[in-house]
Nanobody
Framework: QVQVVESGGGLVQAGGSLRLSCAAS????????VGWFRQAPGKEREFVAN????????TYADSVKGRFTISRDNGENTVYLQMSSLTPEDTAVYYC??????????????????WGQGTQVTVSS
């Protein structure tokens, strides 16, 4: 079992920055990939970014590439999502998820086994 807790959400103005944290506990040795997804009201959940736990390789959705940076602190079992140049279109509940094994596309939400409760990010005009 892996427990996942997100934090750092809030209200920011367009053009501002925010850093989200994802803290994992439990059997974290089984983690393969840690990802961020988001879901806005009336929209389906979409992939944002992920990072390979051991190697540190990263993947980004086109919509956030160049603005968001995902990073990890292996010693603290924590993943961060640094968000910059935020726009109202970034408003959503952001979820952190952990994938135990490589089993397909790391952009697909159904590949992930453990999910946090989400943290709200609201970007005002």
């Amino acid at each position: 079992q892996v427990q996942v807790v997100e934090s750092g959400g809030g209200l920011v103005q367009a053009g501002g920055s925010l850093r989200l944290s994802c803290a994992a506990s439990g059997r974290t040795f089984s983690a393969n990939t840690v990802g961020w997804f988001r879901q806005a009201p009336g929209k389906e959940r979409e992939f944002v970014a992920n990072i390979n736990w051991s190697g540190g390789t990263t993947t980004y959705a086109d919509s956030v590439k160049g603005r968001f940076t995902i990073s990890r602190d292996n010693g603290e079992n924590t993943v961060y999502l640094q968000m910059s140049s935020l726009t109202p279109e970034d408003t959503a509940v952001y979820y952190c998820a952990v994938r135990r094994y490589y089993s397909g596309s790391s952009r697909a939400s159904n590949q992930y086994d453990y999910w946090g409760q989400g943290t709200q990010v609201t970007v005002s005009s």
